[in-house]
């Protein structure tokens, strides 16, 4: 059940012009359920990525990023469930570039034009013929108002599907946003990894778009964690089709910031979702570092904090654990921190406490306050280290029986 | 119920001529257990610690640090459960430094002669006077003979005692070595902390015991991992009397390599006793890195397998679970390395089984081989990394629905 998060209704998903999606049943790994997602995108549309840091990476992974470096001119995507084609070797290449040719030939253009992902069990070889066997399915289903289905369709482990939409007006056009992601853990290598898509009907020249997804992701997808894991198929793919009539070439465009934020928003929506619908998850941590000499050290803390199974076992139990939180901040690895200028508050919207200040308990912290906040479904932790003005957010979950027993129990 | 792990008898536990130790129930935090203990060290004995990195680090281990950095000639220790004396600030400070005031009076030594441990409850102050009427009571019960009580008496949520003691004959003398520790997770705020205390009658120049304790916690007490959170108040503390007639002032010296390595050993007994005690656990499990380029580089690898929630729960569901180990070598952090050289076995005793290589599952591996040595409670993970000579070890436990009962119920 995740926290705070239902999938929005059909008729809420904007479509994007000049992005179709088709989904399919392939039979890939399960029967009776949708494992299989194609994008077509017009001529024009520009697309870039950020992919997983993890040196197992996945075989798509690795043909994603040959094929975006190299500048080709991206018109397909295909998304599988039900195997990851991880930990595969040369032959999971093979299967994975025999994928994009299949779909190429069906859509006329050149494989290299396919970007192919794959989320499931690893270790085990792509199913290429059942895969390919259901394209002409997935090319059938092709409409621009499908992305309820697409959302549907790359789920594993997920127990929602993960999906969000925004309009807005730019340079008097309408501009559109929308997106999926999937995962529920941040790494389940039997059915791995966080995927998210993200397409826009403004026109974004692909250097921008470069530069813009790589910002993107450090503020939504890279900003959270279930588990500390990493995947060997996380992917994050933006897509600007240009048919809005709205064109951004440069950060100085008049309307570029509006755009900007209106994307990151919807990115930050689909990552949070995936906190909310972690394995096991009964609450939704933000932990919010300030006043750090630079953000790199706010993420160390922030992730200390977000990572540490004390901390998070004390959210499951609705436990105002001080302790485990200040040792989190104490070990995060910054090595002159000065934990008398420490400060950090217990937040459940606008109920917020004062908890720790100059090195142990605040003076007129109760213990009811803080217990008070720790049964909210949505909880910050706000940090300030009192040394600077850079600042970094974590979204994480608490640590329950359930995901003892979810990864304990699991096996595909 | 700790992993094929029970403290030896006290008749097993050698006393160590030089130092005598006490222990009185005091009554802390709790009534009718022992909380209190106090070693009494010969003139001549020298002393060096190995201390938590935490930034948040308790009182006590700033007074420690104070005054094996200005050489002070230590002559006691006192040692209490119950409370950490830890994020208490300057008050905590005070407290500290007055019972070893109080020690040192009753003893006739310096103020400064004393080294104060702490572990129990964070955030709450020292209960200093309970603490001062318990110290007549232990050091009336004052002996050499009295290492299994002090292993009871340092306990906090330690569902077991854990000493261990060796005796060699080097250069024609008989030396011993004794030692206790204590700690169930990495920490436990609330009753926090790892402690080691280990005491030879060899005689080890200061320089030389400052050198070597370093070494021999980068091989025993850093090299576990229960939860991968660091204490507010870990300590490890070597102890040298002297009085068995043998000394040493250089690595160079006669017989040195065979006492470093028996206390080494006892050290590393004393580690994986916490590990074989740790939180909800059921299995005991190496990580053993080799075939790095740098030492450090097999800790990242060894610790990311040892840290990952996802692998420690395929232990305790005896999942040979490859995807999730081969993942965590992959996100270590070692930006240059070729998962193609990479090999995995999975080892119980003499059974060995090569599971990975050349990116993937290695092709005679077969997963009832996986699954019989994953069903055993001592388990190796061996880790080749295929691009150097350097090598590490890490201890470490399973993930169990106990942990997360244990954390998420306990409140002192």
Redesign the interface.
């Known amino acids: 059940m995740p926290v705070n998060y239902t999938v929005p209704a059909p008729d809420q998903l904007l479509p994007i012009a000049g992005v179709r999606l088709g989904v399919a049943e392939a039979g890939i790994r399960k029967k009776d359920r949708r494992d299989l997602c194609v994008f077509v995108l017009e001529p024009g549309t520009t697309v870039a990525g950020v992919f997983?840091?993890?040196?197992?990476?996945a075989a798509p992974v690795q043909l994603c990023r040959q094929r975006l470096v190299a500048g080709e001119e991206i018109r397909a995507l295909v998304i599988n469930t039900g195997n990851a084609n991880?930990?595969?070797?040369e032959p999971?290449r093979r299967l994975a570039e025999e994928s994009c040719v299949a779909l190429a030939a069906m859509l006329g253009i050149a494989p290299a034009q396919v970007l192919p992902f794959s989320t499931g069990v690893?270790?085990e070889p792509l199913p290429l013929e059942r895969l390919v066997a259901g394209l002409p399915a997935a090319l059938a289903d092709l409409k621009t108002d499908n992305w309820h289905a697409a959302a549907h369709a790359i789920m594993t482990t997920d127990t929602v599907a993960k999906a969000a939409s925004r309009e807005l007006t730019v340079n008097g056009k309408s501009v559109r946003i929308s997106g999926i992601s999937k995962g529920a853990?941040m790494?389940?290598?039997?059915m791995?990894t966080m995927l998210g898509f993200l397409a826009t009907d403004a026109g974004i020249a692909r250097p921008l778009l470069e530069k813009l997804v790589k910002e993107v992701a450090d503020l939504s997808f890279n900003c959270i964690t279930v588990?500390?894991?990493?995947?060997?198929n996380d992917s994050f793919l933006m897509l600007a089709s240009g048919q809005a009539g709205v064109h951004f070439a440069s950060e100085s465009d008049a309307g570029w910031a509006e755009v900007k934020a209106a994307l990151t928003a919807v990115a930050v929506e689909l990552a949070q979702a995936i906190v909310r619908d972690g394995e096991g998850a009964t609450k939704f941590i933000t932990v919010a570092v300030e006043g750090g000499k630079t953000r790199e050290e706010c993420r160390l803390v922030a992730y200390a904090i977000g990572?540490?199974?004390?901390v998070k076992?004390?959210f499951?139990?609705s436990?105002p654990?001080?302790?485990?939180i200040?040792?989190?901040?104490?070990?995060a690895g910054?090595?002159d921190?000065d934990?008398?200028g420490v400060k950090v508050w217990l937040a459940s919207g606008a109920d917020s406490v004062l908890v720790?200040e100059?090195?142990?308990?605040a003076p007129a912290y109760q213990e009811a306050d803080g217990a008070r906040i720790m049964q909210a479904a949505e909880i910050t932790v706000r940090v300030d280290l009192g040394r600077g003005v850079a600042s970094a957010q974590v979204y994480t979950c608490d640590?329950?029986?359930d995901?003892?027993?979810i990864?304990?129990?699991y096996?595909s």
Request: net charge positive; charged share 15%; hydrophobic share 35%.
């Open positions: 997983t840091q993890n040196r197992f990476c991880a930990g595969t070797g999971g690893i270790l853990g790494i389940k290598p039997n791995a588990d500390g894991d990493t995947s060997t990572h540490s199974p004390l076992t004390a499951f139990a436990d654990n001080l302790g485990r200040l040792a989190a901040v104490g070990y910054i090595a921190l934990v008398d720790a100059q090195g142990g308990r640590f329950s029986y995901y003892v027993k990864n304990a129990d096996r």
